[in-house]
């Protein structure tokens, strides 16, 4: 049996970069934005922060005006 060596050849070419959440450098394709998928999921919370408050805000009015009419 014949042994070839396989060498993968990467197609997307690294560029250094900074993360826009916290700022640190890190190799990651053109597109890459984050350095990892915890900065990925805080620049998400982010984002959608005040949407969250609105709708927990409206959950919390909702349960207390409901327990008020049960007294």
């Not at 919370?45 to 008020?68: P, S, T, V």
């Amino acid at each position: 049996m014949k042994e070839i060596p396989v060498s993968f050849v990467r197609r997307m070419q690294l560029v250094d970069k900074a993360c826009v959440v916290c700022g640190r450098t890190f190799s990651g394709t053109k597109k890459s934005t984050y350095c990892s998928q915890v900065c990925k999921n805080r620049a998400n919370y982010l984002k959608h922060a005040g949407q969250r408050r609105a709708d927990r805000r409206e959950k919390y009015h909702a349960e207390k005006k409901a327990a008020a009419g049960k007294k």
